[in-house]
């Protein structure tokens, strides 16, 4: 039987991308199983604008350097819009994920960005009553 993920929330905010970054580290050790990384982007200005988007981890968000995740880039963006889903183990992440943003192009290129993760929490969350 299928069932739906009980867990779904932002790993990188929707907001303009307008030069390379990062975004915060989120923490997936709440998480288990397959876990979906949901990216939605569009372009909004710029002459051949690209925008590269992958994922990275890091053991403790400190002295461990982020490094990128083995199978977690996106498939690169240029004028278009987008909507694409990456499949991950959470076994095969550390536990801090960030979304690393390469962006090219000239006459001020510009995008719109979102990722989402989407997976089961190892404990069944805590909604009151």
Do not use: C, W
């Not at 307008?18 to 710029?46: P, Q, V």
């Amino acid at each position: 039987m299928n069932r739906l993920p009980n867990g779904i929330t932002s790993v990188a905010d929707l907001a303009e991308v307008t030069a390379d970054g990062l975004s915060s580290a989120f923490d997936i050790s709440k998480y288990e199983g397959a876990l979906g990384f949901l990216l939605s982007a569009r372009n909004k200005a710029g002459t051949n604008p690209t925008l590269g988007i992958k994922l990275q981890h890091s053991s403790d968000n400190d002295a461990d350097p982020y490094t990128d995740v083995g199978g977690g880039a996106f498939t690169a963006l240029t004028d278009t819009t987008a909507l694409q889903l990456l499949v991950i183990d959470k076994n095969a992440l550390k536990q801090y994920v960030k979304v690393a943003f390469d962006i090219g192009g000239t006459d001020t290129p510009k995008y719109e960005a979102a990722v989402a993760l989407i997976g089961d929490f190892k404990y069944a969350p805590d909604i009151g009553g």
